[in-house]
């Protein structure tokens, strides 16, 4: 689920998005996602990744912690 995920990367300090900023508040699935032609399911459980300058530490770090949080919530 993209919202358990959004909230426990935020408890990490990093912050992400389940939707772009034009559709805020929207509870279906972004029609840019679906016109690059993912399912509903799928676009419905994406994340909107956004940065600046990112270091090579910052990244690896990113990565890291995106693994352990889905690790987590698939029970691995």
Sequence with gaps: ??????????????YVSTASACSSGQNE???????LGLNDKIASNSIRISYDKLYND???????????????IRGK
């Design 1 to 14: 689920d993209c919202e358990i995920l959004t909230s426990m990367l935020g408890m990490r300090e990093i």
């Design 29 to 35: 699935p972004s029609h840019v996602l679906k016109a």
């Design 58 to 72: 910052e990244i690896q770090f990113f990565v890291k912690t995106l693994k352990e949080c889905i690790d987590f």
